[in-house]
């Protein structure tokens, strides 16, 4: 029997690692396994996440700004344009890597101040976006694209460009740095013209730098384009005669409105001083605001035709009566003045001359209820109805609070206050043969909201009277227009102060229209504060409603209604 139990173990050889060797053979495969397994995981059977990490790495997802709408003339002359520009901003985190040489370089570009990108990124350090420049022209963005510097990134926007300048500012308006109207119809109409983002899905490099589009997600929705009733040429010239206007005369400020008398389409809007929509530096509020339309003040005798014709309608007055007026009227514990004494005067004289007193008698033979009404009808008191943003509404005072010193001083336009817009659309109802049309911005052909105020033989029967005014002997000798026939009141303003009234400042008026038979054009002119020697509304505002009458008329080809007064030249011809 044999004796296993002391029989000696066999000893590996030293150096063998044969055992090792194969715990890191089984060891290796096993990772292989793991590793191949997890890559069919990754790759075949789970790939989207894979996808998705690197999506969330490359792939983002930016908005597309929307074009902004056009503002253009009735003749499709632009007035607001937008252009493709590039913004610049940074993230400051990432930027502030990039190194003082590289920063100042790109200050240098973008003639920025020294140190200006610097103290950005201070202030912003904790942020992760800040603008370093907005709408720039697409050239310099390229050249500091070329610089490619991590953090700096680049953003497609427009920006406004306002052909005309100054000439239609006050109008127009202006947008601000993100391209959203901040003044005029660019404010009043922005729902309509700023059009509708969009957005798209972009790839981008390790450095967050735009390498491609993938594909849009949404269009951006271009806003729609607002066509005025604006003549561009006529408030060219418009813009030039007020300007020249206010400079011969050292007037503080002026306003004009140019209406059509048979639709209403407001044709010219022009103040002065203006300003240039396209660089707004230093630009102060006074400058932009539009005075024809947001600003009132007592019309003065450019209201005495209403009282005249309301007094025709209403059966107060006789079409052949005559008024004598002494030069002085008693009302109460008061007295109306006129500035001569006319006598006696019929009511194309009452007009001619301008007499307070004899208005003043008018206005107390009527009703102070059917008075007010009749100012009312025309407009007085209530907002024009442009839709031009802060549009005024004026004042008329109730005819309960009448006494009979205010129903005469409104007789002769003390009292109320009006906008030079109010004004203008308030003489269409002697333009249009009694009627009052609604005003318009934009174009149309009528005017579906027209309402009678005066009979139509009432209406022309003022319309006559007005044409003496023009007369050589009347108020407005110098609002003739050579080849027309042109009716018109003068108006000269005492401006009321702190104390009351004061003798020193005025505002000098003008209303009138052309051709005075079949009136196609309404102006109105208003200077305030004329302070070179002349203040009369005849001698101040007339000679820009000539100028520009002349010109509207030519313009809107309309035909002479009478023989031309201007001497005729004879030049020698040659054998």
């Known amino acids: 029997m044999l004796d296993f139990r002391n029989k000696p173990k066999t000893r590996k050889p030293a150096g063998d690692f044969s055992d090792r060797r194969k715990f890191l053979v089984i060891f290796m495969m096993t990772c292989m396994v793991v590793l191949i397994g997890r890559a069919v995981d990754l790759q075949v059977l789970n790939k989207q996440f894979l996808k998705a990490q690197g999506n969330r790495r490359h792939v983002d997802e930016v908005s597309v700004s929307a074009y902004r709408g056009m503002i253009k003339d009735r003749n499709g002359e632009p007035l607001a344009i937008s252009s ?39 202030e912003n350090s904790h942020k992760q976006f800040a603008y370093v420049a907005r709408r720039l022209n697409p050239g310099f963005a390229d050249q500091v694209k070329a610089l490619k510097l991590k953090g700096v990134y680049f953003e497609r926007e427009f920006k406004r460009y306002y052909p005309a300048g100054g000439v239609s500012a006050h109008l127009v308006g202006f947008t601000n740095v993100d391209d959203i ?9 922005e729902k309509l013209l700023k059009g509708i983002r969009g957005s798209k899905r972009i790839i981008r490099d390790g450095q967050r730098q735009i390498i491609a589009d993938v594909e849009n997600i949404k269009e951006p929705v271009a806003g729609k384009n607002l066509e005025l009733s604006i003549d561009q040429r006529i408030q060219y010239l418009a813009y030039r005669e007020l300007q020249l206007a206010v400079s011969a005369n050292k007037a503080k400020s002026a306003a004009l409105i140019v209406l059509d008398a048979k639709n209403g389409e407001i044709l010219a809007a022009v103040n002065q001083p203006s300003f240039n929509p396209n660089t707004r530096k230093g630009l102060k509020e006074n400058l932009y605001r539009n005075r024809a339309i947001t600003d009132v003040f007592e019309p003065g005798s450019t209201i005495k035709p209403f009282v005249v014709a309301a007094a025709l309608d209403g059966g107060y007055v006789r079409p052949g009566e005559v008024f004598e007026t002494h030069g002085i009227y008693r009302v109460g514990h008061h007295l109306v003045k006129d500035v001569h ?11 001619k001359k301008s007499s307070n007193v004899a208005v003043s008698q008018m206005a107390l033979k009527m009703p102070p209820k059917y008075f007010w009404n009749v100012y009312h009808r025309l407009g007085f008191g209530m907002a024009a109805g442009s839709g031009f943003p802060g549009e005024a509404s004026g004042s008329l005072l109730d005819y309960q609070r009448w006494h009979d ?5 409104l007789s ?11 004004l203008a659309r308030a003489y269409t109802a002697l333009a249009d043969d009694g009627l009052l049309h609604s005003v318009s911005l934009l174009k149309r052909d009528e005017d579906i909201d027209a309402q009678r105020v005066f009979s139509a033989k009432t209406a022309r029967s003022v319309r006559a009277m007005l044409e003496n005014v023009i007369m050589k002997d009347g108020t407005a000798y110098e609002a003739r227009v050579d080849g027309y026939r042109v009716a018109g009141k003068t108006g000269t303003v005492k401006k009321a102060g702190a104390g009351g009234y004061t003798g020193k400042n005025y505002f000098a008026v003008f209303a009138g229209m052309a051709p005075a038979d079949k009136p196609r054009v309404i102006i109105v002119v208003m200077i305030d504060e004329p302070s070179a020697g002349q203040y009369y509304g005849g001698l101040v505002s007339a000679p820009v409603f000539s100028k520009v009458m002349a010109g509207a008329l030519r313009v809107l080809d309309i035909a002479p209604d009478q023989e031309s007064t201007m001497p005729i030249l004879l030049t020698r011809q040659d054998p």
Do not use: C, H
Request: hydrophobic share 40%; aromatic share 8%.
């Open 405 to 409: 010193f205010e129903r005469a001083t």
């Open 84 to 122: 493709p520009v590039q913004s610049i901003w940074v993230n400051p985190q990432e930027l502030k890597l990039a190194g003082k040489a590289r920063i100042k370089q790109m200050e240098k570009l973008l003639d920025l101040q020294p140190g200006k990108i610097s103290s950005l990124l201070n």
């Open 341 to 351: 004494n006319y006598g006696s005067l019929d009511l194309m004289g009452v007009l």
């Open 181 to 189: 109207g901040q003044e005029g119809l660019e404010s009043g109409f």
């Open 412 to 422: 002769f336009g003390y009292g109320l206050s009006t906008s030079v817009l109010q």
